[in-house]
């Protein structure tokens, strides 16, 4: 495939992606649907083209969201976590490292991961935009949600593989014609 389809192709997903963060201050129950949205773009562009062009597409909706979303709280749900695990996840899964093709390794790196970013997005919000941190909870119920997070990140990542496997069987044909 040529690299000007590739840049195109890249280039539409990376405006679907922002347009899904777009969707958020006009109906807010999207807060967290529209970064998982816009993190299956970048999944996407990581399955067609591989992680370099999946990273240009979630370096492009990171800087755009940034710029022109009013709702802050979801692209930093994006760039942390949703826009970013995918090109992670693609890595991990198609690794020819012997070390990394072990069952729990990849998994113990995809939770440590997950979790460093909850802990970041906890205190990017905190600080950068004066969420009171009381409205996280006691620390008891900040562990639950660490771990409820957990879980949800585990399905998130069953979704993508999911997803993945509609889009080969039932989009691809249509859109690569």
Do not use: W
Request: aromatic fraction near 12%; proline fraction near 4%; charged fraction near 15%.
């Amino acid at each position: 495939m040529k690299t000007s389809v590739r840049a195109a192709m890249c280039g539409v997903l990376t405006a679907l992606a922002v347009v899904f963060l777009l969707l958020v201050p006009i109906l807010p129950v999207l807060l967290y649907c529209s970064p998982v949205l816009a993190g299956l773009c970048t999944a996407i562009a990581c399955e067609e083209f591989g992680a370099r062009y999946s990273l240009g597409v979630f370096v492009s909706v990171s800087v755009l969201s940034l710029l022109f979303v009013a709702d802050k709280e979801a692209v930093l749900v994006f760039i942390l976590l949703t826009g970013s695990y995918p090109i992670l996840k693609h890595l991990l899964d198609s690794s020819k490292n012997d070390l990394l093709q072990k069952r729990p390794i990849p998994l113990f790196i995809k939770l440590a991961y997950v979790n460093a970013a909850c802990i970041t997005y906890f205190f990017a919000a905190t600080r950068l935009f004066g969420i009171p941190a009381d409205s996280f909870g006691v620390r008891a119920l900040k562990i639950v949600f660490l771990i409820v997070g957990n879980i949800i990140m585990l399905i998130y990542d069953k979704s993508i593989e999911n997803i993945m496997r509609i889009y080969k069987a039932r989009f691809k044909n249509k859109v690569f014609k």
